[in-house]
Nanobody, 119 residues
Framework: QLVESGGGLVQAGGSLRLSCSPS????????VGWYRRAPAKQRELVAD???????RYADAVKGRFTISRDDMKNTIDLQMDSVKPEDTAVYYC???????????????WGQGIQVTVSS
């Protein structure tokens, strides 16, 4: 349902931009965000933003990452600046919303995209 792009290999201190696009339109969207799972660790919130609200960030990425949502382009982006080796993880796009009037509000996930930061 969610298609991610923009991952890859980047050097420490560099920048990378992840983008996520729902495969179709949603009747309503409550929250969009990005999570990540590093090797041997649990999946954790990176950043999210609720409709009409402000972005919320994990302490580890505050001041370095910026989440944005463009309803016209139907994208959810994560701008990653000043990346560190500890940002290496599989990043997942997340959306909580309602597809149509016949579907309940639910949680939708992307397939995950690898980000590797070299030191």
């Amino acid at each position: 349902q969610l298609v991610e792009s923009g991952g890859g290999l980047v050097q420490a201190g560099g920048s990378l931009r992840l983008s996520c696009s729902p495969s179709g339109r949603f009747r309503s969207i409550d929250v969009v965000g990005w999570y990540r799972r590093a090797p041997a660790k649990q999946r954790e919130l990176v950043a999210d933003i609720s409709t009409g609200g402000n972005g919320r960030y994990a302490d580890a990425v505050k001041g370095r990452f910026t989440i944005s949502r463009d309803d016209m382009k139907n994208t959810i982006d994560l701008q990653m600046d000043s990346v560190k080796p500890e940002d290496t993880a599989v990043y997942y796009c997340y959306l909580r919303g309602q597809k149509d009037i016949w579907t309940r509000t639910g949680d939708y996930w992307g397939q995950g995209i690898q980000v590797t930061v070299s030191s």
